[in-house]
């Protein structure tokens, strides 16, 4: 709005553009654009050099994102003991592990399930271990589902909590999208086919889901143990159901009485590097035993 | 009388109406208020307990529940510097020749509008999905902050230029002629007279853009990555603050409170540049019309 | 409108015009280049979808009642359904807000209010989609569950959107309104028509190209938006039946299963992309024909 009101018309301008001073502004004006392009372009140009020299040993994991925050805490840990280091944690899904992997364009791909068939080509490290439990809201009064009513709720032959000994309220499935491990492992576990769930929400990640069952008193889900009880003691509206007789907590996971169990992790495809065995090496240690409880996982 | 009762009656069901629909105009502002006040609250009341200086400055610890946000807002900024740096230069070039060389109905020219409108559409989420691929696998980028910020240029490129291009052709004619008339090259003419006189749509291109890349999530998560550490240089990866909220609260037990608090960081962060770029642009453009 | 109007420049000495047409030239190069990013963005989105495209794939799109692509089912018919209702929804509630906005910061509000509305409108416009998200997932969405659940729903991600592009009607609809001649509105006043219908019948009309444009723009957004409307609408594929049932929508689809997919079923996730990149082609068509159709200052014929 100034410069409209600035400059009124035409006539003051020739009044000001006719003087000698124009030209000399003119170029003035354009040396210092210039001068800025140089310095910015040589700023852009500096900070990426120094990464030539700088970092001479470089390892990149990516995958799982339930293994991301745990091998990120241990990458930290681990370029604190070895100056020099650089470790890059990229997180996605199990399957962009493996694929990364396969493809060399991770060292290290983290998957959060063993093994399959398929992927014979791969070698599996495990770090840790973490349980799949079912969540409800806090103030949901059944105590305890069978496998078979949890599978009836999850294919929709069950719809209200009525039917199962609770209060006369609608239920909300929720399930996992497609592709995530937890997911496979629970489709698994129920022998039940994804295209056979009838869900009301279909969530990405852990925390999603624990936020969902949270805000709704008639919600269902299934996430990771360690997180659900973390949460649970903070005191937020959730409750873990028991599975199987089974309390679903992560003492019971760690003695390896809990049905739904997985393990996280480390795959590398073939020989690898020595910095990536160093480092696999590492991350089963007891010097990071603290980091696998801190983030609400069991120790292998 | 009788004609006159009408009228009375008339005016008195205008007045009605009248207050009606100030009526609504108010509560609707009001209801707008309401909303982003709620939205706003909601971070505040969330956020604040967890707000430090310390916050700030500090690295994260313990997957972001702890520590802070300090090299996460140097990404961040690095991240943005880059897209502006690529992407601000461009777009005034492209908006100049679509607005000052090309003829009005011109063919090639409104494909090139139209190809920019689609482009400006396209979700950011595509634009990650391609910057992957392209700055990351093709040009062998790798994940960084430089992968990312030129992601981020294609994605806010298209918006500045239409931005700018129709501040450009809202310029009154008469300068132009005056130009001319003058002898200023056309060259001239732009730098010295247009693009000071649109001045306010060049920023108001800015703020969109600079809004749109601070903000983004879905574009960067595949180019310029997930490491939480401060970045050594332009081709290290580096996590933006929108990707730490995504993570911190959908991914990360306990990591509301950081989550919200960088929520308000990033919101007083986006408000901060802004007013800067307002500033910058106001001073710069309008002092060099004074001047010249 | 341009300068190429008078393109008479044979009083200019001929280094400034050499000056002048090699920039023209490099301009055009630049331009060009940028439309080339969409040819780039689009042939790489038809090559990654390819293996499933090629293989008659897309006949499975409105085919297959479902998506599981891990399964071999890939019923994409309803996210586009959803992704359409989604950005009606949102376009219906934000565009009488937003207009309404537009008119108050314009006629009704005093100086020093209007321009606190606006730094208002600029922050909310300034707010990231995630932080939507997150407070759509922990307080709209409880809040519509306790009446309706499961909460998470196509009306959740309508009001969240339309909070979201809510900012870009109301500030463009105020430009064009501000855009409009002083005169038009003062000969409205003269002629005795009241405020109401200087603004309804008068200014509105006159501006309509602009808010118009500034709506689609807004619907375009709205369509792309990723995050929140992951965060809030549910994500279960199925037609959106009712305001009350959870939606998925094609943005939601890429990034809620891209980082997990692998051969056919992330060639199914590029063919959501390549879907939704030609909604967006159609809608810019829409956008630009309503300019053509409606010049600046018809109002004056």
Redesign the interface.
């Given at each position: 709005?100034?410069?409209?009101t600035?400059?009124p018309?035409?006539g003051r301008?020739?009044k000001?553009?006719?003087g000698k001073t124009?030209s000399d502004?003119?170029a003035t004006?354009?040396a210092g654009l210039c001068r800025a392009?140089v310095a910015?372009l040589g700023l852009?140009l500096l900070?990426?050099?120094?990464?030539l020299w700088?970092?001479s040993q470089r390892l990149?994991l990516t995958g799982s994102?339930t293994v991301?925050?745990?091998a990120?805490?241990m990458a930290?840990r681990y370029?604190q003991q070895h100056p020099g280091v650089?470790i890059?944690?990229?997180?996605g899904g199990s399957s962009r592990g493996i694929l990364d992997a396969r493809r060399g364009l991770a060292d290290i791909g983290m998957v959060s399930r063993a093994l399959q068939a398929t992927e014979g080509d791969l070698t599996a490290y495990t770090i840790a271990m973490d349980g799949i439990g079912i969540i409800v809201h806090r103030s949901n009064s059944v105590a305890a589902l069978t496998d078979q009513q949890i599978v009836a709720i999850y294919r929709g032959q069950i719809r209200n909590w009525r039917e199962v000994g609770g209060a006369d309220r609608p239920i909300t499935v929720v399930n996992k999208a497609e592709g995530r491990s937890t997911l496979e492992l629970f489709l698994q576990y129920f022998g039940l086919k994804n295209s056979q769930i009838r869900a009301q929400v279909i969530i990405?990640?852990?925390?999603?889901g624990?936020?969902t069952v949270a805000g709704n008193p008639g919600a269902i889900g299934y996430v990771s143990i360690?997180?659900?009880e973390?949460?649970e003691q903070?005191g937020t509206a959730l409750r873990l159901l028991p599975m199987a007789g089974h309390s679903a907590s992560v003492a019971n996971v760690a003695r390896g009485e809990f049905p739904l169990a997985r393990q996280l992790n480390l795959v590398v495809v073939g020989q690898s590097s020595p910095l990536a065995q160093q480092f696999i090496a590492f991350a089963q240690s007891e010097s990071v035993r603290d980091l696998i409880s801190?983030?609400?996982f069991v120790a292998p | 009388m009788a004609k006159r009762g009408l009228e009375d009656a008339s005016t008195a069901a205008?007045t009605i109406?009248?207050r009606l629909?100030?009526l609504?105009?108010?509560g609707?502002?009001a209801?707008?208020?309401a909303?982003?006040l709620?939205?706003?609250g909601?971070?505040l009341v969330m956020g604040l307990s967890h707000l430090s200086w310390e916050f700030i400055v500090a690295a994260p610890e313990?997957?972001?529940r702890r520590g802070g946000i300090g090299p996460i807002l140097v990404s961040t900024l690095?991240i943005l510097l880059?897209a502006l740096?690529a992407a601000v230069?461009?777009g005034l070039?492209?908006a100049?020749?679509?607005?000052?060389?090309?003829?009005?109905g011109g063919r090639f020219?409104n494909?090139?509008?139209?190809?920019?409108?689609?482009?400006?559409?396209?979700?950011?989420?595509?634009?990650g999905?391609?910057g992957n691929?392209?700055f990351s696998l093709y040009l062998g980028l790798g994940?960084s902050l430089?992968a990312g910020g030129l992601t981020l240029a294609?994605m806010i490129?298209?918006v500045f230029?239409r931005t700018c291009e129709a501040g450009l052709?809202?310029v009154n004619?008469?300068?132009?002629?005056?130009?001319?008339?003058?002898?200023?090259?056309?060259?001239?003419?732009i730098?010295?007279?247009l693009l000071?006189?649109a001045?306010?749509a060049i920023v108001a291109g800015l703020?969109l853009g600079i809004?749109r890349a601070?903000?983004?999530?879905?574009a960067l998560?595949?180019t310029s990555?997930?490491?939480?550490?401060m970045p050594?240089?332009?081709?290290?990866?580096g996590r933006a603050l929108?990707v730490h909220?995504?993570?911190l609260?959908?991914?990360?037990?306990?990591?509301d409170g950081a989550?919200?608090a960088s929520?308000l960081i990033?919101?007083g962060l986006?408000?901060v540049l802004?007013t800067l770029a307002q500033w910058l642009a106001?001073r710069w453009?309008?002092r060099?019309?004074?001047?010249? | 409108?341009?300068?190429?109007a008078?393109n008479s420049?044979s009083?200019?000495n001929g280094g400034?015009?050499r000056?002048?047409r090699n920039?023209?030239r490099?301009?055009?190069l630049?331009?060009?280049g940028?439309?080339l990013?969409?040819v780039?963005?689009l042939g790489?989105?038809l090559l990654?979808a390819w293996p499933l495209l090629g293989s008659g794939g897309w006949r499975a799109f409105i085919r297959d009642s479902g998506w599981y692509p891990l399964e071999g089912q890939f019923g994409i018919a309803p996210m586009v359904w959803a992704s359409l209702a989604v950005t009606l929804g949102a376009i219906v509630l934000a565009l009488?807000?937003g207009l309404?906005?537009a008119?108050?910061v314009r006629?009704?509000?005093p100086p020093k209010l209007a321009a606190g509305?606006r730094l208002?409108?600029?922050?909310?416009?300034?707010?990231?989609?995630?932080?939507?998200g997150?407070?759509g997932?922990?307080?709209l969405v409880p809040l519509i569950a306790s009446w309706q659940p499961p909460g998470a729903s196509l009306l959740a991600a309508i009001l969240v959107l339309a909070?979201m592009i809510?900012p870009t009607v109301?500030l463009t609809s105020a430009a064009a309104l501000a855009?409009l001649p002083a005169d038009l509105l003062a000969g409205a006043a003269a002629l005795g028509i009241?405020?109401?219908g200087q603004?309804?019948r008068v200014a509105i009309p006159a501006a309509r190209a602009g808010i118009v444009s500034g709506a689609l723009?807004a619907a375009?957004?709205a369509?792309?938006?990723?995050?929140a409307v992951l965060?809030v609408a549910g994500n279960v594929v199925q037609n959106p039946s009712s305001l009350f049932a959870p939606v998925r929508a094609l943005?939601a689809n890429?990034?809620l299963e891209?980082?997990y997919a692998t051969d056919l079923h992330r060639a199914g996730l590029?063919a959501s992309?390549l879907l939704?990149?030609l909604l967006?082609?159609l809608?810019?068509?829409l956008?630009?024909r309503v300019v053509q159709r409606a010049p600046r200052g018809s109002v004056y014929e």
């Open positions: 709005m100034m410069v409209f600035c400059v018309g035409p301008l020739q000001k553009c006719l124009y502004k003119n004006a354009r392009a910015l852009l900070l990426a050099s120094q990464s700088a970092a990149v994102s991301a925050p745990l990120l805490e930290k370029e650089r890059d944690v990229q997180t990405g990640d852990n925390q999603q624990i936020k360690g997180s659900a973390y949460e903070r801190a983030q609400f | 205008g109406a009248e629909f100030t609504l105009v108010w609707a502002a209801l707008v208020v909303m982003l709620w939205v706003l909601d971070v313990d997957a972001g690095l880059v740096a230069p461009l070039a492209v100049v020749w679509l607005a000052e060389f090309t003829r009005r020219a494909s090139i509008r139209l190809t920019l409108d689609v482009l400006a559409g396209v979700p950011s989420i595509v634009y999905l391609f691929a392209f994940f430089l294609c490129l298209p230029i052709s809202m004619n008469d300068w132009r002629r005056g130009a001319l008339a003058l002898g200023m090259s056309r060259t001239s003419a730098w010295h007279i000071p006189a001045a306010p703020i809004g601070t903000a983004e999530t879905a998560i595949f990555g997930y490491v939480d550490r050594g240089s332009l081709l290290d990866s929108a909220i995504y993570d609260s959908m991914n990360v037990s306990g990591g989550a919200y929520a990033l919101i986006i408000v802004n106001e453009l309008s060099r019309i004074l001047n010249s | 409108m341009t300068l190429s008078h420049s009083h200019l400034a015009a000056t002048d920039l023209a490099l301009l055009a630049l331009a060009g940028c439309a990013l969409l780039l963005i790489f989105l990654e009488p807000l309404a906005s008119v108050f006629f009704y509000a509305y208002l409108l600029n922050l909310l416009a300034g707010i990231p989609s995630v932080v939507f997150l407070w997932l922990t307080q909070l809510l109301a855009a009241s405020r109401k603004i309804l723009l375009v957004r369509l792309g938006e990723t995050m965060m943005t890429i990034a891209m980082a590029f992309g939704l990149t967006v082609l809608l810019a068509w956008a630009a």
